[in-house]
């Protein structure tokens, strides 16, 4: 599976960014889908992930109520709508699938990644 996230930019605070992660390969909806972010220096963190067919979801505490998962497996893609935007939420943000078909915050369980794309929220 590869996997191509798209749709960062730059924005103020309490603005909003849709946030799409393409994938290639048949079986894409038999993957869990996960999103994570990293600023530089840090580590890599856990933002919110979706069950292969969609009907789980879950949110890092940080961005319950404001981030929404989503995904349609007719067009391989993966969405987070983000909403409500802060400067903390600026990140580099990664897609990722999981062979598991539930959903996961742990990394180590994702096995395929895109290669990120820019958030920035100004204050």
């Known amino acids: 599976v590869q996997l191509q996230a798209s749709g960062g930019g730059l924005v103020q605070a309490g603005g909003s960014l849709r946030l799409s992660c393409a994938a290639s390969?048949?079986?894409?909806?038999?993957?869990?889908v996960g999103w994570f972010r990293q600023n530089p220096g840090k580590e890599r963190e856990f933002v919110a992930a979706?069950?292969?067919?969609?009907?789980?979801?879950y949110y890092a505490d940080s961005v319950k109520g404001r981030f929404t998962i989503s995904r349609d497996n007719v067009k391989n893609t993966v969405y987070l709508q983000m909403n409500s935007l802060k400067p903390e939420d600026s990140a580099v943000y990664y897609c990722?699938?999981?062979?598991?078909?539930?959903?996961?915050?742990?990394?180590?369980?994702?096995?395929?990644w895109g290669q990120g794309t820019q958030v920035t929220v100004s204050s």
């Open positions: 390969g048949r079986t894409f909806s038999s993957y869990a």
């Open positions: 979706i069950s292969s067919i969609g009907g789980s979801k």
């Open positions: 990722a699938a999981s062979s598991f078909s539930y959903i996961t915050a742990r990394q180590s369980d994702y096995d395929y």
